[in-house]
């Protein structure tokens, strides 16, 4: 409802200025009367085929409609300009709280939190054991302001992700402005939800449109170009989580403390039992419902360990580069930890990043997701 009357009163503000631009030029151009009233015959049928697309959840023919009359308008009056979004809501952080999402990382590392409500992307910084505030910018969201769910929702997804690769602007399409950093949407979470879809970015826009004129996007989070260019200096791929909410939510310092101590040790002890070759102690470790991104249940998971370990003398681990989280919408019975592993043993050797996700069960914290990024 709340995305339908947002269409609407813009449509709305279409037609009032329009009208308003025919009633003073009349007098003076009424050899232009005609191409008025033919945008107020359209901008009306758009306006009926938006409300019925809406009606339907036809995101997809709504956005054409609704970019189709934009385009109308400015051909007819090129100085319009559509309205401005709604000013930036600077992101007010009580004192002695984080945000809900934040737990722990390493010293000097950014992290980016995109809030939907007030269409804002913050830049966070965790540095001698807080999390600090260093800039916030406005940014562009998908058309329909619920959590993305299929494929040409017009959604922007909302959780836990983090910005894999950039590619230049130069290799693509002139829409994407300076370039844009992909998101590992949908990640493992998400596809045990079933959720659908791809191509979630942080993208620029069109060098010769602003930002405030763009109203929607498809999906992506649009910042401008400059402040892209930017971020990009503090951005490392595969290493800097972008959260995405709904609305963000506070939680007092001490609490947020606690919870990553609890996970900190969590790792240590998985860390421990894996160096131990003691595989029925490791697998502990992993819930019932595990599942990982190569797509072994939890039976074939541990088929599969038992059998590599017969041939381990021994096994090492180094890790590094952690980054605990917990997505808001779960309400901490959900976290990601994500480190790079180097792994050591008699006849293998590796070095990835991993992700591991988290449910808090009765018994304690439980693996229940594992890939690599």
Same mark, same amino acid.
């Given at each position: 409802?709340?995305? $339908?009357?947002?269409?609407? /009163? /813009?449509?709305?503000?279409?037609?009032?200025?329009? @009208?308003?631009?025919?009633?003073?030029?009349?007098?003076?151009?009424?050899?232009? *009367?005609?191409?008025?009233?033919?945008?107020?015959?359209?901008?009306?049928?758009?306006?009926?085929?938006?409300? @019925?697309?809406?009606?339907?959840?036809?995101?997809?023919?709504? %956005?054409?409609?609704?970019?189709?009359?934009?385009?109308?308008?400015?051909? #007819?009056?090129?100085?319009?300009?559509?309205?401005?979004?709604?000013?930036?809501?600077?992101?007010? #952080?009580?004192?002695?709280?984080?945000?809900?999402?934040?737990?722990?990382?390493?010293?000097?590392?950014?992290?980016?939190?995109?809030?939907?409500?007030?269409?804002?992307?913050?830049? &966070?910084?965790?540095?001698?054991?807080?999390?600090?505030?260093? !800039?916030?910018?406005?940014? #562009?969201?998908?058309?329909?302001?619920?959590?993305?769910?299929?494929?040409?929702?017009?959604?922007?997804?909302?959780?836990?992700?983090?910005?894999?690769? &950039?590619?230049?602007? $130069? +290799?693509?399409?002139?829409?994407?402005?300076?370039?844009?950093?992909?998101?590992?949407?949908?990640?493992?979470?998400? !596809?045990?939800?079933?959720? !659908?879809?791809?191509?979630?970015?942080? %993208?620029? %826009?069109?060098?010769? =449109?602003?930002?405030?004129?763009?109203?929607? =996007? +498809?999906?992506?989070?649009?910042?401008?170009?400059?402040?892209?260019?930017?971020?990009?200096?503090?951005?490392?791929?595969?290493?800097?989580?972008?959260?995405?909410?709904?609305? #963000?939510? &506070?939680? *007092?310092?001490?609490?947020?403390?606690?919870?990553?101590? +609890?996970?900190?040790?969590?790792?240590?002890?998985?860390?421990?039992?894996?160096?131990?070759?003691? =595989?029925?102690?490791?697998?502990?470790?992993?819930?019932?419902?595990?599942?990982?991104?190569?797509?072994?249940?939890?039976? *074939?998971?541990?088929?599969?360990?038992?059998?590599?370990?017969?041939? !381990?003398? &021994?096994?090492?681990?180094?890790?590094?580069?952690?980054?605990?989280?917990?997505?808001?919408?779960?309400?901490? $019975?959900?976290? /990601?930890?994500?480190?790079?592993?180097?792994?050591?043993?008699?006849?293998? *050797?590796?070095?990835?990043?991993?992700?591991?996700?988290?449910?808090?069960?009765?018994?304690?914290?439980?693996?229940?997701?594992?890939?690599?990024?």
């Amino acid at each position: 409802m709340k995305l $339908k009357n947002r269409l609407l /009163f /813009f449509l709305i503000l279409l037609l009032f200025a329009a @009208n308003l631009i025919l009633l003073a030029l009349f007098n003076k151009e009424k050899s232009k *009367t005609a191409s008025f009233s033919n945008f107020i015959a359209e901008a009306n049928k758009n306006l009926n085929i938006i409300s @019925n697309s809406l009606a339907q959840r036809n995101f997809k023919k709504a %956005h054409f409609s609704l970019i189709q009359t934009q385009k109308n308008l400015e051909d #007819i009056v090129p100085l319009f300009k559509p309205p401005l979004p709604e000013k930036m809501v600077a992101l007010s #952080i009580p004192a002695g709280e984080v945000p809900y999402p934040f737990l722990y990382t390493n010293e000097n590392t950014y992290l980016l939190l995109c809030q939907k409500t007030s269409k804002t992307l913050s830049l &966070f910084r965790f540095a001698q054991g807080k999390f600090s505030l260093i !800039k916030t910018y406005p940014c #562009i969201i998908g058309m329909n302001d619920a959590d993305k769910k299929e494929i040409g929702d017009y959604a922007t997804p909302e959780g836990v992700y983090f910005l894999l690769n &950039f590619i230049p602007g $130069k +290799e693509m399409d002139e829409k994407y402005g300076y370039g844009a950093f992909i998101l590992n949407y949908p990640n493992l979470l998400d !596809k045990k939800e079933k959720k !659908k879809g791809s191509g979630i970015w942080l %993208h620029g %826009h069109k060098p010769t =449109t602003n930002l405030n004129e763009l109203l929607v =996007t +498809e999906g992506c989070v649009v910042i401008s170009n400059d402040s892209l260019k930017e971020l990009a200096n503090f951005i490392k791929p595969s290493v800097t989580p972008m959260v995405i909410v709904d609305e #963000i939510e &506070f939680r *007092t310092q001490k609490s947020q403390e606690e919870i990553s101590g +609890e996970l900190q040790s969590f790792l240590n002890s998985w860390k421990e039992a894996w160096e131990s070759l003691n =595989t029925d102690k490791y697998l502990s470790f992993y819930a019932p419902e595990f599942v990982n991104s190569e797509g072994m249940n939890y039976e *074939t998971f541990k088929g599969y360990k038992k059998k590599v370990n017969r041939n !381990k003398k &021994f096994i090492r681990l180094k890790i590094k580069q952690e980054v605990i989280l917990i997505p808001q919408k779960y309400q901490g $019975k959900i976290a /990601f930890l994500k480190f790079n592993q180097s792994y050591y043993s008699n006849n293998f *050797t590796s070095d990835n990043q991993k992700l591991l996700y988290l449910k808090r069960e009765k018994r304690g914290w439980q693996i229940i997701g594992e890939s690599a990024l």
